[in-house]
């Protein structure tokens, strides 16, 4: 049976702890999910929110969660998020958006600014692992 431990050491503060947790052990895990790169397009492959980091995060979040759904999991069994923005500026953008989709089981995270994604008008791409 999988056991999904969060935790932060209190000897390192967590300044946004409602966003994840330093750490995340998974024990017995009965599968691993890893997701490819997410992006801000719809079903059919469309831009979703040109210009809107915080649709864009949206549209990567529910894209993560369809993948996730298809595969057996769901929003909450993800245990490692990875985050590539072309702007970082956005932060508080990108977090009020997450925060509408990761409420109680909060997965480590990383943010990384780069200078483009695959497309034009791409703002954002998340990568997940999860455990289930």
Same mark, same amino acid.
């Given at each position: 049976?999988?056991?999904?431990?969060?935790?932060? =050491? =209190? @000897?390192?503060?967590?300044?946004?702890?409602?966003?994840?947790?330093?750490?995340?052990?998974?024990?017995?895990?009965?599968?691993?999910?890893?997701?490819?790169? *997410?992006?801000?397009?719809?079903? @059919? !492959?469309?831009?979703? !929110? =040109?210009?809107?980091?915080? @649709? *864009?995060?949206?549209?990567?979040?529910?894209?993560?969660?369809?993948?996730?759904?298809?595969?057996? !999991?769901?929003?909450?069994?993800?245990? *490692?998020?990875?985050?590539?923005?072309?702007?970082?500026? *956005?932060?508080?953008?990108?977090?009020?958006?997450?925060?509408?989709?990761?409420?109680?089981?909060?997965?480590?995270?990383?943010?990384?600014?780069?200078?483009?994604?695959?497309? =034009?008008?791409?703002?954002?791409?998340?990568?997940?692992?999860?455990?289930?």
């Amino acid at each position: 049976m999988t056991k999904i431990t969060r935790g932060d =050491p =209190p @000897e390192l503060a967590n300044v946004r702890k409602t966003v994840y947790h330093h750490y995340i052990r998974v024990d017995n895990p009965g599968s691993l999910i890893f997701l490819s790169g *997410q992006l801000s397009r719809d079903g @059919e !492959g469309r831009l979703v !929110g =040109p210009g809107d980091m915080a @649709e *864009q995060t949206r549209q990567c979040i529910r894209n993560m969660r369809t993948v996730l759904e298809a595969a057996g !999991g769901d929003l909450e069994d993800i245990v *490692q998020l990875i985050v590539f923005t072309t702007d970082v500026r *956005q932060f508080k953008d990108i977090v009020a958006a997450r925060m509408e989709f990761f409420k109680d089981r909060l997965p480590t995270s990383t943010i990384v600014e780069v200078n483009h994604l695959a497309d =034009p008008g791409l703002l954002i791409e998340f990568h997940a692992i999860a455990a289930i």
